[in-house]
């Protein structure tokens, strides 16, 4: 199973901007699908932004805009790209992997294979 790691979280201000990365153990990225989601305290796990092998990418309407997925398969690395932050994306980050394609749907936590534990950004007004 594909290990996971999440870092680059923090504190900054609105309007500031942050770069999560997720590390895999393992990275064959043509056929990989890779998610970020976030779960806030209180609320639902939300699937923010995702990224197919072929480089198709879809998001959720609350970042779009702001957010950009990407990947770079040398590195076997994730990144997600925050910009223009809002103290409503005050959330733990968190990425997950699947050795298969996306199919053009995002896809639900549940669906993924391998998860990480986890990064927390925190977002001030």
């Known amino acids: 199973q594909v290990q996971l790691v999440e870092s680059g979280g923090g504190s900054v201000q609105a309007g500031g901007s942050l770069r999560l990365s997720c590390a895999a153990s393992e990275f064959t990225y043509i056929w990989n699908c890779m998610g970020w989601f976030r779960q806030a305290p209180g609320k639902e796990r939300e699937a923010i932004a995702q990224?197919?092998?072929?480089?198709?990418?879809h998001y959720a309407d609350s970042v779009d805009g702001r957010f950009t997925v990407s990947q770079d398969n040398t590195k076997r690395t994730l990144y997600l790209q925050m910009n223009s932050l809002r103290p409503d994306d005050t959330a733990t980050y968190y990425c997950a992997t699947r050795v298969l394609r996306c199919g053009g749907a995002q896809r639900p936590w549940e669906w993924y294979s391998s998860w990480g534990r986890g990064t927390q950004v925190t977002v001030s007004s």
């Open positions: 990224i197919d092998g072929d480089g198709r990418t």
